[in-house]
């Protein structure tokens, strides 16, 4: 299994605070991403990074931001948590930019009360 | 069309059966894609990859059917083991590299 580690695991948090997830990996591999999991959605990507410090938007980065300061760490930041950021959030990697394989974190889930 | 559809079953077996599921896209500038296995409450884990013609590894063969459109991922001899749900990743449209990941279909696979 590719070494990606998320935390934490879980997590409840109240609305209007701030919430931030961290993605650390082991593989240096040059690509990161954030995606979120819903029930009725497929996994929908927030943000990429194909570098430290080059990030990008995905299909639904409204009320998230990232960064990354060093290859082996990827954080999302909820700036103010929303009930409707209550999801499973997963880190994926991969060492060449998509589309390409992908593996996969173990995931976050997040409940904003 | 959606970018990607699939159906979401439950596709419900017996142990031993052949199964084969699709997925249908819209971008037919697509090179690439792929199927992902999840597991309940568990990450998505690389299944196989479809660039060409189709793959085959054991008892999964996936095949790309470009004039129609779609991918199938074809599972022989199902094991209790494989019920999980298969997720198909296809390129997004429009020069965009965001993936675009269908529902997925879950299977189960019963003694």
């Known amino acids: 299994d590719a070494g990606i580690t998320q935390s934490p695991r879980h997590k409840v948090t109240e609305t209007g605070t701030p919430v931030t997830l961290r993605c650390h990996q082991t593989e240096n591999h040059r690509y990161m991403y954030w995606y979120r999991q819903d029930p009725g959605h497929g996994l929908r990507l927030i943000h990429y990074s194909y570098g430290v410090k080059d990030t990008d938007k995905g299909e639904v980065s409204d009320g998230y931001s990232v960064s990354r300061s060093k290859t082996e760490d990827f954080l999302l930041t909820l700036e103010s948590a929303t009930s409707s950021q209550t999801s499973v959030y997963f880190c994926a990697i991969s060492e060449l930019g998509i589309p390409t394989e992908q593996y996969f974190g173990p995931g976050t889930r997040l409940t904003v009360t | ?111």
């Open chain 2, 1 to 111: 069309r959606k970018e990607v559809e699939q159906d979401p079953g439950p596709f419900n077996v017996p142990e031993g059966a052949t199964v084969a599921f699709n997925c249908t896209y819209s971008n037919s500038a697509s090179q690439s894609f792929f199927w992902y296995r999840q597991d309940c409450r568990k990450e998505p884990k690389l299944l196989m990859s479809v660039y060409s013609s189709g793959n085959e590894d054991g008892r999964f063969t996936a095949q790309l059917n470009r004039a129609s459109q779609y991918i199938s991922l074809l599972i022989r001899d199902s094991k209790l083991s494989d019920s999980a749900t298969y997720l198909c990743v296809v390129p997004a449209s429009g020069g965009s590299y965001i993936p675009t990941f269908g529902r997925g279909t879950s299977l189960i696979v019963h003694p």
